[in-house]
């Protein structure tokens, strides 16, 4: 079974300033791809970005950029230039490629501090 | 991009009772639709996978007889609760999909649910 873990329950960050949230997956599947979702206090489901686990080159989108250790079961989300706006829980996904299946970890709650 | 509406947002019942839950794609036809529960704080959980004009699959755990699913069309599932106990009380996710496996997801806004 797939398996995808959060280990940083928490996280803050100043205004303008860079972070990093962690993940960390398991999986004995070949064909997947990984997300990682946010999730405003409107529970609103909210793609942040997509990374195929057949490419190699790390997804970015914007201020949002992944680094993609595959060998390593890693996916990080690293946030630059954090915005009040970006406050939210992250969740970390994995996708199967075979059954469509996502699933979550435990995820981080972002503290962006003025 | 596509719409997920998903109905009612928030309902209370007492406990007992049934509560049925709409997950509708509004501008494409939903093949896969899948149904997640979130206590608060916590993660979303995978609670059943329903295909179009089949039986759901349940995840293990996931009591088939208490939170009956049906897929009865490419734009409509739903999620019944079926004599709903206080520990059934949770925020009840869809998402869907159109297409194969590596098509994109989208996620309706959920549903509090709360019994009394």
């Known amino acids: 079974a797939q398996t995808v873990t959060q280990s940083q329950p928490e996280m803050s960050v100043q205004e303008a300033e860079t972070v990093t949230l962690s993940c960390t997956y398991d999986?004995?599947?070949?064909?997947?791809?990984l997300f990682w979702y946010k999730q405003p206090p409107s529970r609103q489901m909210i793609l942040v970005i997509r990374q195929e686990a057949y490419k190699q080159q790390n997804a970015t989108e914007n201020r949002f950029s992944v680094n993609f250790q595959k060998a390593a079961k890693s996916f990080s989300l690293k946030i630059s230039d954090s915005q009040l706006g970006d406050a939210a829980m992250y969740f970390c996904?994995?996708?199967?490629?075979?059954?469509?299946?996502?699933?979550f970890g435990q995820g981080t709650t972002l503290q962006v501090k003025p | 991009g596509a719409v997920v509406s998903q109905h009612p947002s928030r309902v209370i019942c007492k406990s007992g009772t049934s509560v049925k839950i709409e997950c509708r794609s509004l501008d494409f036809q939903a093949t896969t639709m899948f149904w997640y529960r979130q206590f608060p704080k916590q993660s979303l959980m995978l609670m059943a996978t329903?295909?179009?004009?089949?039986?759901?699959?349940?995840e293990q755990g996931v009591e088939k007889d208490k939170f009956l699913i049906n897929h009865a069309s490419l734009t409509l599932s739903t999620l019944t609760v079926t004599s709903a106990h206080p520990e059934d009380s949770s925020f009840y996710i869809c998402s869907a999909r159109g297409g194969g496996a590596r098509e994109k997801l989208f996620f309706g806004s959920g549903t509090q649910l709360s019994v009394l």
């Open positions: 996904a994995y996708g199967s490629g075979n059954t469509g299946k996502l699933i």
């Open positions: 999986t004995s599947e070949s064909d997947y791809y």
């Open positions: 329903s295909n179009e004009g089949s039986k759901a699959t349940y």
